[in-house]
């Protein structure tokens, strides 16, 4: 979950195709998610860039191989069954980066599944911006790819985090529905209260959750999943807390983002946590509408 407040180009200064993003598409894309919100500014196509996928470099792909390697070969036991069988369903393979454009794209296949897509976008975007591409069933996608000396931390998202670690579990109806719900709900408040509660549920979530499959914990969360010691930690460490799911406690913890984390939350289905992300929806959709009547 995004935010941007430096120029892209020193945001992405090591990565070794960092010219990708450093052209004029991609610097009106980031001016325009910069002003999100305000009047003249509400149109999320305009968020996107083209991929330009000739830019990869013969060593760019040697990362996305290794790293590919390196984590589907823990993931195969540990990972979810519906991430794994999402990345089957879109075709994420290890041969190549993956294509957001064109028939052999991510988004050819997502598109019959569950009609999401993934968009190229030039680095990180305000919250509001972020939060408007998931109510339609996009999520901004960053399409650099971390340098080989990097390989196993970057600090910011990039394609391996955002492809690999997020996509797969786009192809589930379920979660679908569940990341489409709540972009809507954070694209509604504007109340600090719900808006920090909302960054502990993604993080919790989307990025750091853990589900119970066939009597096991499994990793799902893209932050788990894209990283290499992280996914480790998470299952095998005896530091870490694994609590049951309650969408309420979850809202209540507080987060750090600057090493392995020591609280996590653990589903008994994504059911579940789509069914409690749309009461929380339906919650905030009644306070809209109560202070919409006020203000009448």
């Known amino acids: 979950m995004g ?3 430096n120029a892209v180009e020193k945001k992405f200064a090591g990565s070794l195709n960092s010219a990708m993003i450093a052209d004029g598409e991609a610097n009106a894309a980031q001016e325009y998610a910069n002003q999100f919100g305000q009047p003249g500014f509400s149109d999320p196509t305009r968020l996107y860039i083209t991929q330009r996928y000739a830019g990869y470099t013969q060593e760019n792909q040697e990362t ?26 879109i075709k994420l393979v290890r041969d190549y980066i993956p294509h957001l454009e064109g028939p052999l794209s991510v988004n050819t296949f997502l598109k019959q599944l569950t009609g999401w897509q993934s968009k190229a976008v030039p ?15 996009e999520f901004p996608t960053t399409i650099v790819i971390r340098p080989k000396e990097s390989i196993d931390y970057l600090p910011e998202p990039d394609i391996f985090h955002d492809i690999f670690g997020h996509v797969p579990l786009h192809a589930d109806p379920v979660f679908a529905d569940f990341l489409q719900t709540y972009g809507k709900a954070a694209l509604l ?9 909302l960054a502990r549920l993604f993080w919790f979530t989307v990025e750091f959750g853990l589900i119970k499959e066939g009597g096991q914990v499994k990793l799902y969360g893209s932050g788990l999943i894209s990283s290499p010691g992280e996914s480790i930690h998470a299952l095998k460490s005896k530091d870490v807390d694994r609590r049951p799911f309650d969408l309420e406690r979850v809202c209540d913890t507080s987060f750090e983002i600057d090493h392995y984390q020591p609280i996590l939350y653990v589903l008994d289905s994504f059911t579940q946590l789509r069914d409690a992300m749309s009461t929380y929806a339906n919650r905030l959709i009644d306070e809209a509408s109560r202070r919409a009547t006020q203000a009448a």
Do not use: I, N, V
């Not at 390196?70 to 979810?80: E, G, I, N, V």
């Open 3 to 5: 935010h941007h407040e």
């Open 189 to 197: 408040t504007e109340d600090p209260f719900h808006t920090e509660r």
């Open 123 to 137: 680095g990180y975007l305000p919250a509001k911006s972020f939060f408007a591409c998931l109510a339609r069933r």
């Open 64 to 89: 996305w191989q290794a790293l590919y390697d390196r984590q589907m070969a823990y993931l195969a036991d540990h990972a979810s069954d519906t991430y794994l069988g999402g990345a089957r369903a």
